[in-house]
């Protein structure tokens, strides 16, 4: 049976919902297993939050919400963080749920995902293992390690955002040590996401809310600032 003391201590700290964590509510724990993309209450703080601020700075809107999406982003200790922006959680001795570190997740819009290897398959550090692609092009996550992949969680290719966890994998924490992000590393790939994003802001304040080629309202981030800049600062975030 379930502890009843279930939001006490770390528990209660990890049911936070994000707009608590950082601040800027009192107190809301999260009862969507943080599916934001698919909660109500994250998208009505959004939009006001948007609408807030896009009628301060005359900004496209979109780059108002990759702002607003990682500064809501903290370090989750709970969590694996590995290189290449891959995510991993143990379920069970050397098995881990894989996933997509959100910092990059943040970033892509309009996109698809394809896992470059099925069950079973073992893949080599430094193998291709995700792909994302979109009317932008394509860009792929190379394994930070050696590991096994026994499942996939669903079809990410059925909605690549909300899809937290995409695969179960096999590693030995060797390996698992081999492909670690520290804390630090994420640290720095948190801030120097959250710069290219603000210099864009800044490079971009005075174009509006339609693109350059005459008028067709922006809804994606690789329509603001066209699909090669786009890539690049994808590569950018995965050096």
Excluded at 60 to 67: A, K, S, T, V
Excluded at 105 to 127: P, Q, R, T, W, Y
Aim: glycine share 8%; proline share 4%; net charge negative.
């Amino acid at each position: 049976m379930n502890n009843q003391n279930e939001t006490s201590g770390n528990n209660y700290h990890a049911l936070k919902c994000i707009w608590m964590a950082s601040g800027l509510i009192e107190y809301k724990l999260c009862d969507k297993q943080f599916d934001c993309e698919n909660c109500p209450f994250d998208r009505v703080i959004r939009n006001f939050s948007n609408e807030e601020e896009n009628l301060n700075t005359g900004m496209p809107n979109i780059i108002n919400i990759i702002l607003n999406k990682l500064r809501c982003i903290k370090y989750d200790e709970g969590i694996i963080y590995l290189k290449n922006n891959l995510i991993a959680r143990q379920i069970l001795p050397n098995t881990y749920y894989l996933g997509v570190n959100p910092i990059l997740i943040s970033f892509l819009d309009n996109v698809g995902i394809m896992m470059e290897c099925g069950a079973g398959k073992n893949v080599l550090h430094g193998e291709p293992i995700i792909q994302f692609f979109g009317e932008w092009g394509t860009i792929n996550l190379p394994a930070p390690m050696n590991f096994s992949i026994y499942d996939k969680v669903n079809n990410p290719a059925d909605d690549p955002m909300i899809a937290k966890w995409i695969a179960i994998i096999g590693a030995i924490p060797q390996e698992i040590s081999l492909g670690k992000l520290s804390k630090e590393g994420w640290n720095d790939l948190h801030s120097r996401s959250l710069e290219l994003v603000e210099e864009i802001k800044l490079a971009y304040s005075k174009i509006g809310i339609t693109m350059n080629d005459g008028g067709s309202q922006i809804k994606y981030f690789h329509q603001l600032i066209g699909k090669d800049k786009y890539i690049e600062i994808l590569n950018l975030i995965n050096s």
